[in-house]
């Protein structure tokens, strides 16, 4: 535990937000509330792909054609359209989790500087954090857009670093362990955000701290 104030960086998607009502709008689509952790988890993949490969990838535009993609097995193409908007709707509408302002709000008080760092849009941090009531907790929304591939490539936490500046120790915290071995690959000490329970994979780089929502981290510092 250290009494030192720390730099925190927030991963958002499904971090900071709840994606239940992504879920809500497959099933009402008909495709079953289970299809979204896959829409999900392609963007992912077709964003690290991309990237990798040295080709732009625009989160919207990815999620918009995955979604596409994989609701053409349940909708008429008629109703495509309609279904594909129903989903990013659902998407630029996600809740915060109920740990998220009130952890936020602890970290801050207690003088640590806490960023963001998405693949996405700052848009959706911010949208977020002004849901949660706490926008002004987080010093700057960052995302790899316009600046380096996807996480998890060691650049874009290393570029993150280098914005932020300052000194002291830096964590990365997340739920996705992928996030946090890329993080941890890159120098960075990481907070894995275990809500689900389940065990970490024994194939990536271990975390520095496991805690089961935001509202716990002050306490692990």
């Known amino acids: 535990m250290t009494r030192q104030p720390v730099t925190i960086i927030f991963d958002v998607n499904e971090t900071l937000s709840d994606l239940s009502p992504v879920a ?15 829409w999900f988890a392609c963007v ?11 080709s732009d990838a625009s989160f919207h535009d990815i999620a918009s054609n995955d979604a596409r993609d994989l609701l053409t097995a349940w909708l008429p193409p008629v109703h495509l359209d309609r279904g594909v908007e129903t989903v990013m709707t659902a998407f630029a509408h996600v809740p915060p989790h109920p ?18 760092l998405s693949n996405g ?11 949660a009531g706490a926008r002004d907790t987080i010093e700057q929304l960052l995302t790899v857009d316009g600046h380096t591939p996807w996480k998890p490539a060691r650049s874009a936490y290393v570029e993150a670093r280098e914005r932020i500046g300052g000194a002291g120790p830096v964590y990365l915290a997340a739920v996705h ?6 993080a941890a690959g890159a120098g960075l000490s990481t907070i894995w955000i275990n809500r689900s329970g389940r065990e ?18 002050a306490t692990h510092l």
């Not at 970490?200 to 981290?217: K, M, N, Q, R, W």
């Open 200 to 217: 970490y994979p024994a194939h990536f780089s271990p975390p520095t701290l496991t805690v089961s929502g935001v509202d716990e981290i």
């Open 121 to 131: 849009p700052t848009a959706t941090a911010e949208r977020l954090l002004d849901e």
């Open 99 to 116: 740990d998220v302002a009130d952890g936020l709000r602890t970290l801050h008080t207690a003088g640590h500087r806490l960023f963001t």
């Open 24 to 38: 809500d709008a497959f099933e009402h689509l008909g495709a079953g509330r289970e299809l979204a952790a896959t």
């Open 177 to 182: 362990p992928w996030d946090v071995h890329g």
């Open 44 to 54: 992912l993949r077709d964003g690290f792909a991309l990237t990798t490969a040295g």
